[in-house]
């Protein structure tokens, strides 16, 4: 039987609704097939079979069919603002597994312990994360197509959205990238931390040596240390000073073994630049301390000085043991040595005085500058003082010399006054005699 196919019908629109009045239904579109296939050539007519055209093979054709085209994106409605949260959640997602990453390399980097497993992990992980980067990025590139047709103002909010993206991948691949080879950055890790331990040791050493130095010099910030205490304390600190000039050669050689520990090698660098310092200043008290020192010597000097001229008082107490016997005038024999060892007395006092005196004057401002106890000072004043004193009493000695002088010239010269007068009268005498004239008699001359 020939069944004429129908004849082609005008396309017709369909028509709008108009508000208010109910619509019929519309056909289903499997109603519309099936009636389609009813009326096609080869088909029997009973449901459920195929049409007799299908029991052939397909005739190939020379072109092969070209590949699908992946979907584009829709674009959201004019009014409609783009939805990124998807695209924030996946990039989210990546950012924390590469934390996640981050977290398990951080403790094996920082003890440098850790079997091979673990660092295989770490490296297996983050070379398949970096994987997932292309496919990212183009998913947030889509972004920036998907707002055509929509407002300015909600498309620079899409494309800024896109890009604050892109940069958060951007810094999230940057903390990826040393991790792709972790295998050989832990263990360039693990030697360089064998270098910094090393290194780490001869400057604890140090340290501790600058320590009990700086412990010794403050507890005798304001107290004057002794000679023995000054020499230990120099002795350390020059030690510690060698072992930190070797430290710093030895430094300089192990920098390209330690170069994956970059930031440790410059903290060590500053620590010993700080033990440098705190060295330096122990060498200012040190030297402070033995200016004090050499002020405390210098009033030992000077305490000698005033001692010597404070003896030779006593040589002077000495020569005018003579003067002491009870007797008024002594006689010439004995008054003239006497008075010449009481001239020597007051001379030999009168230069130790003079060097004491000298002496006090030029170091008392050294010593007022140098000494870090004040007594210092207050011990040069006090010496000054008895260098007066003594002064008064070898001015009292010459004067009372000087008295004993007059005294002994006024007893000779009265004995020469008795002489002269016994002299006038022996001679009025005889010129008593030499008036009586030539009558007298031999026997009145004898007499």
């Keep these: ?54 029991g052939k093979p397909p005739i190939k054709q020379g072109k092969p069919p070209e590949p699908e085209k992946p979907p584009e994106p829709e674009n959201p409605p004019p009014d409609q603002e783009p939805d990124l949260s998807a695209a924030d959640i996946v990039v989210r997602d990546f950012e924390d597994s590469v934390g996640s990453i981050l977290e398990m390399a951080e ?44 407002p300015v103002q909600l498309r620079s909010k899409c494309i800024q959205g896109a890009q604050k993206m892109q940069t958060r991948l951007t810094e999230a691949t940057k903390k990826l990238a040393p991790l792709k080879n972790f ?64 430290w710093n050669v030895d430094i300089v050689k192990r920098s390209p073994r330690a170069a994956a520990a970059a930031a440790e090698m410059r903290r060590l660098k500053q620590n010993a630049q700080e033990h440098q310092k705190k060295m330096d200043q122990l060498f200012q008290k040190i030297k402070s301390q033995r200016s004090g020192l050499y002020a ?25 043991m003579p003067f002491l016997k009870g007797i008024e005038v002594l006689p010439k024999e004995e008054s003239v040595p006497a008075l010449r060892a009481c001239d020597l007395a007051i001379k030999a006092s009168l230069a130790a005085e003079g060097a004491a005196v000298a002496f006090l004057r030029s170091k008392i401002p050294e010593v007022k500058r140098l000494a870090i106890e004040q007594s210092a000072s207050t011990d040069m004043e006090q010496l ?62 004898t007499k």
């Design 107 to 150: 403790p094996l980097l920082q003890d440098c312990i850790g079997d091979a497993s673990a660092v295989e992990e770490v490296e297996t992980s983050a070379r398949d994360l970096e994987k997932q980067i292309p496919s990212l990025r183009s998913r947030v590139s889509e972004l920036t197509q998907v707002t055509t047709g929509i």
């Design 183 to 246: 295998k050989a950055h832990f263990k360039e890790r693990s030697e360089a931390k064998k270098e910094t331990e090393s290194l780490q040791t001869s400057l604890s050493e140090v340290e501790l040596e600058v320590e009990k130095v700086s412990m010794m010099l403050t507890l005798s910030s304001q107290i004057q240390m002794c000679e023995e205490e000054l020499e230990l304390s120099e002795r350390l600190l020059k030690e510690a000073q060698t072992s930190l000039q070797k």
């Design 296 to 320: 405390r010597q210098l009033v030992k000097e000077a305490t000698a000085k005033v001692v010597i001229a404070e003896d030779s008082l006593m040589k002077c107490s000495e020569a005018e």
């Design 384 to 445: 000054l003082k008895r260098t007066a004193t003594c002064r008064e009493k070898i001015d009292s000695f010459k004067q009372e010399t000087e008295q004993r002088r007059s005294s002994s010239c006024l007893a000779d010269v009265m004995v020469h006054m008795q002489k002269a007068v016994s002299a006038s009268a022996e001679l009025k005498k005889w010129a008593s005699i030499c008036e009586k004239g030539l009558e007298a008699s031999v026997e009145e001359l």
């Design 1 to 54: 039987v020939k069944v004429e196919p129908d004849a082609p019908k005008a396309t017709q629109q369909p028509a709008r609704p108009q508000p208010g009045k109910p619509q019929p239904p519309a056909h289903p579109p499997h109603a519309q097939h099936a009636q389609h296939a009813q009326h096609a050539p080869g088909h029997t007519g009973k449901p459920g079979k195929p049409p007799l055209s299908q």
